[in-house]
T-cell receptor, first 114, second 113 residues
């Protein structure tokens, strides 16, 4: 069965600092990978996704993620964090044909300090 | 184009009461689903539908019923609410069953006393 691990429950960074949120997945074949962001009291918004091809994926709001098959990872990065990036971030994994089986990680809550 | 709408935004129930959480979409999406979000557990799939008249169970279906009589609506019913169903519920849709990108509604926060 597929699974997703986000090892960091909570991360605090200073505004302007770089950010990396970790995501590890477990799945036998090539997965579909996603990062979503959830602002307080809101639904989830898709930041970026990886289906195939270039392993470095660009998303909205200046985020990017890199798929590393050898490490089963799909870490999210941003070179310079803004206060408005404070939110909860979810990594998710799905697979071709398994349209009902998108598994979400438990989330990483990002705090940004001035 | 309203996207995915959910009503109510917040509801308080007593144990044993029933209620229906509404989800509607105006994007003509084939696939609709319900998730619950609990602290430290991420999102878990309750039920999903791949088209009108077709529904199936997800990861945590017990205590919930669904039906899909139209493309636009996918209500989630709690027949006898329990405190364990206190959660935030999200409806999500996608255009086709084999497309993976989902669009989420704003959520319904449910408290069962």
């Amino acid at each position: 069965a597929q699974s997703v691990t986000q090892p960091d429950i909570h991360i605090t960074v200073s505004e302007g600092a770089s950010l990396e949120l970790r995501c590890n997945y477990s799945y036998g074949a090539t997965p579909y990978l996603f990062w979503y962001v959830q602002s307080p009291g809101q639904g989830l918004q898709l930041l970026l996704k990886y289906f195939s091809g270039d392993t470095l994926v660009q998303g909205i709001k200046g985020f990017e993620a890199e798929f590393k098959r050898s490490q089963s990872s799909f870490n999210l990065r941003k070179p310079s964090v803004h206060w408005s990036d404070a939110a909860e971030y979810f990594c998710a994994v799905g697979y071709s044909g398994g349209y009902q089986k998108v598994t979400f990680g438990t989330g990483t809550k990002l705090q940004v300090i001035p | 184009n309203a996207g995915v709408t959910q009503t109510p935004k917040f509801q308080v129930l007593k144990t044993g009461q029933s209620m229906t959480l509404q989800c509607a979409q105006d994007m003509n999406h084939e696939y609709m689903s319900w998730y619950r979000q609990d602290p430290g557990m991420g999102l878990r799939l309750i039920h999903y539908s791949v088209g009108a008249g077709i529904t199936d169970q997800g990861e945590v279906p017990n205590g919930y019923n669904v039906s899909r009589s139209t493309t636009e609506d996918f209500p989630l019913r709690l027949l006898s609410a329990a405190p364990s169903q206190t959660s935030v519920y999200f409806c999500a849709t996608k255009p086709r069953r084999h497309q993976e990108t989902q669009y989420f509604g704003p959520g319904t926060r449910l408290l069962v006393l």
